[in-house]
């Protein structure tokens, strides 16, 4: 009634922002997970180790804390075929590696589940209650690493809207079967005859757990519910560490520590985790976040993004930039290896941006990744995810996080004569940092000066030497000296009366370039009443 009402109303405008999602089924119908564990690896396949993949499954346990009872209809076929409302497991595994956590499962196909025991306990306690295709308030369930491995009942996770928790029975790889058996598209269900022990399993490759991996390494199990409201989603995603052995040719696997709830970028230690989600109209993407720096003026950004549960998937993944920033190591990362699909990086205007190339977006249940280095300093900001898909809401999800803010000092190329010299922003030009520093790297014991003046002059005195100083009108700090390590630091202050000012050092070096007298570094122009972009 309420959803209709809305609609009536939708043309002025007055309760878009209101409404639920489609098809909310109110604030009791709340299924949730109550443990994951008992990993287990079923067999390999493929070229001889490390170059094949393992199967593995795992176990979760669910129950109903909410007022209302639980559809749990099978996809099955009983006398009323196969039947969709009933809750579907999302799996996904992730290690870290090289200071990122990134998936190493593939897509994963996803467990439909058939009936629940209806155990009390766990959830609360509902008493002695039947085997039924619900779940009864109170009540709860366990399906094990068996049942979630069983081939009869996993299917692929491309068939499954997570948003809405829909699945379409009619003309699915349950109807087709496999190999194909029956009619693809009558709505019953064929039978699956699996080819070996990972298929449709939780599959890993073994390059990437070479030798085995006993820490790093997390599972996460995600349970979706047709119709539950998205606030009642927290306790339906848990994770945990487990461990993957190579014995005696195969692999064993052993659960460890404890499963807590919540996106497996929990997991990723240091990392910032904000979400955003397409209005009420499609599901939510986690954005994880570690910056460090500045290593040289550059820092260090590094994304994971897990899409949880947005059904129209990511199309790019874009950032603020300064157009005048300096951009290097740039790195993208997907699940499957193949090169050949990868996303594109493009700057345009102060933007970097992420592109998916067709056929490619993030799906639900995964997780990619995306760094690079610049010299402009974090602070927050949006994220930006285009959607994939044609479909219900806007065009874009936007994710608060941090991006790149300010950048405090800009390079000009121009510097001459070896020994080199590097010229860099030690820390941020920020008002009130009586130790803001101008850093020069060379080798030992290079003499030099750093003068500075007004931005804007650029004269070549040769290709290579550019004087960035205004000789008219410049300043210099006393003559010192790079230290054994090979820097001098220059202390200069900040006073928020302070405009841009451009600083370069000129070098005592053999066969000096200019004029038979110095060598010169790079400009910087730090940017001392600065605050985002040029
Ligand atoms: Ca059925
Ligand atoms: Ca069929
Ligand atoms: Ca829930
Ligand atoms: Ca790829």
Redesign the pocket.
């Known amino acids: 009634m309420l959803r209709t009402s809305c609609v009536l109303l939708a043309a002025a405008s007055v309760c878009g922002g209101l409404m639920a999602q489609s098809n909310s089924r109110g604030p009791g119908y709340d299924g949730a997970l109550y443990e994951i564990s008992s990993a287990n690896a079923w067999g390999r396949r493929g070229p001889a180790y490390p170059g094949g993949e393992v199967g593995v499954s795992f176990e979760n346990g669910l129950c109903n804390p909410g007022t209302m009872n639980l559809a749990w209809?099978?996809?099955?076929n009983?006398p009323?075929?196969?039947?969709e409302d009933h809750p579907k497991f999302g799996f996904l595994v992730a290690k870290e590696e090289n200071g990122r956590l990134v998936q190493i499962s593939d897509w994963s196909f996803c467990k439909h589940a058939f009936v629940s025991t209806n155990t009390p306990g766990s959830c609360g306690n509902c008493g002695n209650q039947p085997w039924a295709e619900q779940m009864f308030v109170g009540c709860s369930d366990i399906y094990s690493y068996a049942n979630n491995g069983s081939r009869t009942y996993l299917g692929p996770p491309s068939e499954i809207n997570p948003w809405l928790g829909t699945w379409e029975a009619t003309g699915s790889y349950f109807d087709v079967g496999f190999p194909a058996n029956g009619s693809p598209t009558d709505g019953v269900k064929g039978s699956i005859t699996p080819t070996d022990a990972v298929m449709n399993r939780v599959t890993i490759q073994e390059s990437d757990i070479v030798g085995g991996l006993n820490s790093g390494m997390y599972f996460q199990i995600q349970v979706l519910h047709e119709g539950e409201p998205v606030t009642n989603r927290a306790n339906n995603v848990m994770s945990r560490p487990f461990g993957l052995s190579y014995i005696a040719g195969g692999w064993s696997a052993s659960t460890q520590g404890s499963p807590t709830f919540g996106s497996i970028l929990t997991r990723w230690p240091g990392a910032t985790l904000t979400s955003g989600q397409n209005g009420n109209d499609d599901g939510r993407f986690f954005v994880a976040v570690k910056v460090s720096g500045p290593v040289q003026g550059f820092w260090h950004y590094e994304y994971a993004v897990h899409n949880l549960d947005n059904h129209r998937g990511g199309a790019s993944f874009r950032l603020p930039l300064c157009s005048t920033a300096r951009v290097q190591n740039v790195f993208s990362r997907d699940i499957d290896k193949d090169p050949l699909n990868d996303w594109t990086m493009s700057r345009v205007g102060d933007e970097i941006a992420w592109t998916a190339p067709a056929g490619n977006p993030q799906n639900w249940n995964t997780l990619f990744n995306f760094a690079f280095d610049c010299d402009v300093a974090p602070g927050a900001g949006n994220a930006t995810i285009d959607q994939a898909r044609v479909g219900p809401g806007a065009l874009t999800v936007t994710v608060p996080t941090t991006v790149p803010s300010f950048q405090p000092a800009i390079h000009i190329t121009g510097g001459c004569g070896t020994p080199s010299c590097l010229l860099l922003a030690q820390d941020l030009p920020t008002t009130g940092n009586p130790n803001f520093t101008i850093r020069a790297e060379s080798d030992p014991f290079v003499p030099l000066a750093v003068f500075f003046s007004l931005p804007g002059i650029d004269y070549a005195y040769t290709p290579q030497c550019h004087i960035l100083i205004d000789l008219n009108a410049y300043n210099v700090f006393p003559l010192t000296s790079t230290d054994p390590s090979g820097v001098a630091l220059i202390q200069t202050g900040v006073d928020p009366t302070w405009p841009d000012i451009t600083f370069q050092a000129a070098t005592l070096i053999p066969n000096p370039p200019v004029e038979g007298l110095v060598g010169l570094s790079n400009g910087i122009t730090v940017r001392y009443n600065g605050t985002s972009c040029p």
């Not at 209809?73 to 099955?76: E, H, V």
């Not at 009323?80 to 039947?83: L, T």
């Open positions: 209809y099978a996809a099955d009983d009323n075929g196969m039947d």
